[in-house]
Structure formats: C-alpha cells, structure tokens
C-alpha cells in the first residue's frame, strides 16, 4: 500500500511566514499532531535566504535588497545564501519524523533518496538530471536544484528550490560581490556552472508547468500518495508566532 503524504499545493507568501511555516510544521509532526508533509511555495516579494550558520552582512547586500524591496531571511537548514526569484522558481520543503523510510540516518543517503523527486519531476519536463553530492541536483554538468536539510524536533525537514529562471546580474547585486569585481567573464563562469529549465528547454515553461512536473516527480520518484490538505489551526498560530518571534527579528536573521 502506498504510503499518504499530506501535500500543501502551491502557495505564495512573504519569506518570513514561508520559513515560519516550515519550522510549525515540523513541530506539529514532533508532537504527533500532523503527518508528514510535502508543501510547495514561493516567495512574494523575492528574498535571499542564508545558511543558519552564514553572517547576513558578510553574505547580502542588505542596503541593495531594501531598495529593490527584496526579504532576507536566515533559514533553520545549513548552506549557502540563496537568491529566492518569485518568478524564477518553486520551493518544495518536506518534513517527516526521524526514522521514517524515507528518511536514512545516513545524512548524504538521505539527500539522495529525497532528490529524487525533483529529479524525476525534471524528468517529467524532459530534462535528463542526476543527484550530485551533497544536496545538488545538475543536468548537463550545471546546477539546477540545490538543497538544504535540517534534523531536530526529531524530524527530518528537506527543502529546496528548482530554477525556472536565472537572473546572474541581480544575483550578484544582492550577494555581497563588489561591484568592480562584476565581470563579464565571472557571469560567463556561473552561467557556466548553473542552469535553469528555460535556459535547457528553450521554451517558456510556466511556474504551472513546473508545479505539476514536481507534483509528479515526488509521488513517483518517493514512492507517495499526495493528499491534498491544509495547515491546522495550530500549526498556522504557531507559524504566525514565529514570524513575530523569530523569523522577523533581528535577533534571529543578523546574529552572526
């Protein structure tokens, strides 16, 4: 028998509630109150999210972002400093209690299992990708996905974003890259390192198009039944919570 996941479909909200949101759902499942869940969302106005061990001002350029109205938020997962395009991709996050099948102890082993779903979603668009340790996922030697894990509350929480689009320029803009230090040649090499399905598919593929393929992709690549569902009371107080708590604070996003 196939195993049910609840599925939040695409939502979009502002950086903070998104993050909050992720972290309420984990605690609902620590206390047994929720089933594990995969949620897809994007990000309204467009943000940057740093590793929870980054320093916001080494990594952003936090005087660009507020001119442009761009969020920047630390994440609870570990990694790199992401630039969130609200329409240049989705983010999926999903969350499930420590021990669960699709779930391995072994941290690496876990990326790959849980990869693929985005891996066969790409299929699903015709792009052939492959799992690149440790939390990538490349096509054609470039990246296309990466992704950030967290274990705690005796869950494992995974999210993610696959590019739809690539902006390299902004991207650099918000990144703290000094501006003399733009080059041609360093655009070139991170086009040369990083992808997006437009630039692949050379068609207008749509944030639709893309939601669907993902929903395909982690029903057949984990093996899932997604059921639609939706946030409990509780699990919407306590992410409303955090967003006052936390995730808006600069406590929580400048602490290093």
């Not at 630039?83 to 990326?111: F, K, M, N």
């Not at 779903?117 to 996905?145: C, M, Q, R, Y």
């Not at 929903?215 to 919407?236: C, K, M, N, V, W």
Request: proline content about 3%; glycine content about 8%.
């Amino acid at each position: 028998m196939i195993e049910e996941f609840r599925f939040l479909d695409l939502q979009t909200h502002d950086a903070f509630y998104n993050m909050a949101t992720d972290e309420a759902i984990m605690l609902a499942i620590k206390d047994g109150d929720s089933p594990p869940t995969l949620r897809f969302y994007r990000w309204n106005p467009s943000a940057v999210s740093i590793g929870t061990f980054q320093s916001m001002k080494e990594e952003v350029d936090l005087d660009f972002c507020e001119d442009r109205g761009i969020d920047a938020i630390r994440r609870i997962t570990g990694g790199g400093a992401v630039y969130h395009d609200y329409e240049g991709e989705i983010t999926y996050s999903i969350i499930l209690p420590r021990g669960h099948r699709l779930a391995p102890e072994d941290i690496l082993e876990s990326y790959r299992v849980l990869c693929q779903g985005i891996v066969k979603g790409l299929e699903f668009l015709g792009i052939d990708a492959e799992f690149k340790p440790i939390n990538d996922i490349i096509t054609g030697g470039k990246k296309i996905s990466g992704n950030a894990q967290t274990r705690r509350h005796s869950c494992v929480l995974q999210h993610g974003t696959t590019l739809l689009d690539l902006d390299v320029e902004l991207m650099f803009s918000i990144l703290k890259v000094p501006q003399e230090k733009i080059s041609d040649k360093m655009i070139a090499d991170v086009k040369q390192r990083v992808t997006s399905i437009r630039d692949i598919l050379g068609a207008e593929v749509s944030v639709q198009d893309l939601r669907e393929a993902l929903q395909y992709g982690f029903t057949e690549g984990l093996g899932i039944a997604l059921i639609p569902g939706t946030l409990s009371d509780e699990e919407r107080t306590t992410a409303e919570r955090l967003v006052v708590d936390k995730y808006r604070t600069d406590d929580w996003n400048l602490s290093r």
